[in-house]
């Protein structure tokens, strides 16, 4: 079902970046903003489903690397704001940190933000009115630690004390009947997010007056590290030289799309629409990279990979082969690792991302 739902999405998505291009005016700009914002909603809404499907606390793992909080939450939160907007709510969010600091922070961003999906989503469903309030706090330092508390505020139903004690004295289960009852649905991710937030070293807490509102709030005591984050407002390809690329989608629109994103970083594109039609194209031109769509008629993915690794051309080159999928579960990244491709890009194609891997590959040619 996430399949499903994200292979027309990620068109979408494609389609209003492509639209963003173009002279818009100011009315033009907000209504493609809004629709971008929304279609963002749904994918959060598909991935908070399959996140919290996916987590088996006991064998996960962190994933820590510098992050910039206030860049990684500023585009999270605006796609809530248009949701608690939708709904008639005001809605809010700040960042509190020393304009002296200029350093990151060793996180799990993917997982953090898990958890702030979980919670305010809840926030917005169980608010009818008022307002959602949003707070990260940076100003604490421990030596060369980051204490980081996020807070999640909002005016709705609220909660009894006994409610709140009987739903974190079971916070540790993740199907707790009694956290089901309450939230409709959302109970699990509740669970789930406590178990995070333990995970990750810190406490889930919650203070809540019946018919007033709840404040969900958790610190987290993060490693410092050197600000390697850097702006990029450059708009030129990165690709300099020629670079050819074969591209296996079956579906036109998501052809249009990464045609879009390749060619304004200066890749020559050719394009084959199954499996069997990569491996022709493949034999009888040359190629720098190939990026693979996992799902196509007639022959998957994997098998056009593994049908062109048997070319005595890829044993000559090795061209790099980016599997390309809409269904990013870790099972398909790592059935893929398996059969032997190179790198995972999942749909809807990030742009920075995508550079990484032209400017990775194209080296790694150059150098040949």
């Known amino acids: 079902m996430s399949y499903e739902v994200r292979t027309p999405l990620s068109t ?21 903003e809004i629709a971008e914002y929304s ?28 992050i ?38 060793l996180g799990d961003s993917a997982r953090i933000q898990q958890v702030l999906i979980n919670l305010i989503n809840n926030a917005i469903k169980f608010t009818n009115s008022g307002k959602i309030s949003i707070i990260v706090d940076q100003t604490v330092s421990i030596d060369e630690d980051q204490i980081v508390t996020f807070y999640i505020k909002d005016t709705g139903v609220g909660m ?11 916070a540790s289960s993740p199907y707790d009947a009694s956290m089901m009852r309450y939230y409709k649905g959302g109970g699990i991710g ?47 390809p990165i690709l300099l030289d020629k670079f050819s690329v074969l591209v296996a989608e079956d579906n036109r629109m998501n052809q249009k799309v990464i045609k879009f994103l390749l060619e304004r970083q200066g890749a020559d594109c050719t394009f084959a629409k199954n499996g069997i039609e990569a491996v022709d194209l493949y034999k009888i031109l040359d190629f720098d990279m190939v990026f693979m769509d996992i799902y196509m008629p007639d022959m998957d993915g994997y098998q056009a990979t593994k049908a062109i690794q048997e070319t005595e051309k890829y044993i000559k080159n090795n061209t790099p082969i980016i599997a390309v999928s809409a269904s990013a579960f870790e099972e398909d990244i790592n059935h893929a690792k398996s059969a032997g491709i190179d790198e995972f890009l999942a749909k809807p194609i990030e742009t920075d991302r995508l550079k990484e891997l032209l400017v990775k590959y194209s080296k790694k040619n150059s150098s040949t």
């Open 12 to 32: 979408v998505l494609g389609m209003l970046n492509m639209l963003k291009q173009t002279n818009l005016d100011s009315d033009q700009k907000a209504q493609v």
């Open 39 to 66: 279609s963002k909603h749904l994918l959060q809404l598909v991935n908070m489903v399959t996140d919290n499907a996916d987590v088996k606390i006991e064998s996960l793992q962190l994933n820590l690397l510098a």
């Open 68 to 105: 910039d909080l206030k860049s990684d939450l500023f585009h999270l939160f605006k796609v809530f704001e248009y949701q608690a907007w939708e709904k008639g709510l005001e809605f809010d969010f700040k960042f509190l940190y020393e304009e002296k600091d200029t350093f990151s922070v």
């Open 160 to 170: 009894r004390q006994e409610e709140i004690k009987r739903i974190f004295n079971n």
């Open 190 to 236: 509740l669970s789930i997010s406590h178990q995070l937030v333990k995970l990750m070293g810190g406490d889930l807490k919650l203070e809540s007056k019946e018919n007033e509102g709840s404040t969900f709030y958790f610190s987290l005591q993060l490693k410092k590290t050197l600000n390697i984050k850097t702006e990029n407002t450059e708009q030129q």
